[in-house]
């Protein structure tokens, strides 16, 4: 079975610094690696996505994320955030295919002015 | 662009009513699938769906839930007998077959009184 886990709940950062925020998984198998944000009364959006290849993967909105296989972590990164960055972000792994995405508890990111 | 669109954004129904929600996948998406969130909680999955039958289910989805694609654009997801528990975001989403990134719509969020 597959977990996520995302130690922080919330981040504040002040607004243009940079922000990272932790994910990691675990999973008996090879997984796909996602990360969602879903900004205040909205459904999610996908973000970026990690298949396979480069362990660097570029998403939307300035944010990029490093797959390390080692430490079975996907961290999110943006080096310089904005207001309109307030949001929840939730990681997520999946099998590949049809198969169930399975979200972690998100880290709700608050700017600070 | 095309996307995921579900209706209605927002149900209040009394203990015991059965509500169905409803949520039209992108047009050539083969996979489809439920998700919820309770408030101040983790996204979790519910079922998927795939030519016409359950692919796989949670134990969330008990009795009391069916899914249904009635014609060729829409899908739905009946409540039975609705509990206070059952108050949550619901999510739908659609995958193409083969792929593994699945779109979600903006969700509905049902009220349990």
């Known amino acids: 079975a597959q977990s996520v886990t995302q130690l922080d709940s919330q981040v504040p950062v002040f607004e243009e610094a940079p922000v990272e925020l932790r994910c990691n998984y675990s999973s008996s198998v090879s997984v796909y690696l996602f990360w969602y944000v879903q900004y205040p009364n909205q459904g999610l959006q996908l973000l970026l996505k990690y298949l396979s290849g480069s362990t660097l993967v570029k998403g939307i909105n300035g944010f990029e994320a490093e797959f390390n296989k080692s430490q079975t972590s996907f961290h999110l990164r943006k080096p310089s955030v904005h207001i309109s960055d307030t949001a929840e972000y939730f990681c997520?792994?999946?099998?590949?295919?049809?198969?169930?995405?399975?979200f972690g508890k998100g880290t709700r990111l608050h700017i600070l002015p | 662009e095309p996307e995921v669109t579900q209706t209605p954004s927002h149900q209040v129904t009394q203990m015991g009513q059965e509500v169905i929600l409803r949520c039209v996948p992108i047009?050539?998406?083969?996979?489809f699938y439920w998700y919820r969130q309770i408030l101040g909680q983790k996204v979790e999955f519910l079922v998927s769906?795939?030519?016409?039958?359950?692919?796989?289910k949670s134990e969330i989805f008990d009795d009391q839930f069916s899914v249904e694609r009635p014609d060729g654009s829409n899908f739905t997801l009946k409540i039975r007998s609705t509990k206070l528990e059952d108050s949550a975001m619901y999510f739908c989403?659609?995958?193409?077959?083969?792929?593994?990134?699945?779109?979600f719509g903006p969700g509905t969020r049902l009220l349990v009184l």
């Open positions: 047009s050539n998406h083969l996979y």
């Open positions: 989403a659609s995958s193409f077959t083969g792929e593994e990134t699945q779109y």
């Open positions: 997520a792994v999946s099998r590949g295919g049809d198969d169930k995405i399975i």
């Open positions: 769906f795939y030519n016409n039958e359950i692919s796989e």
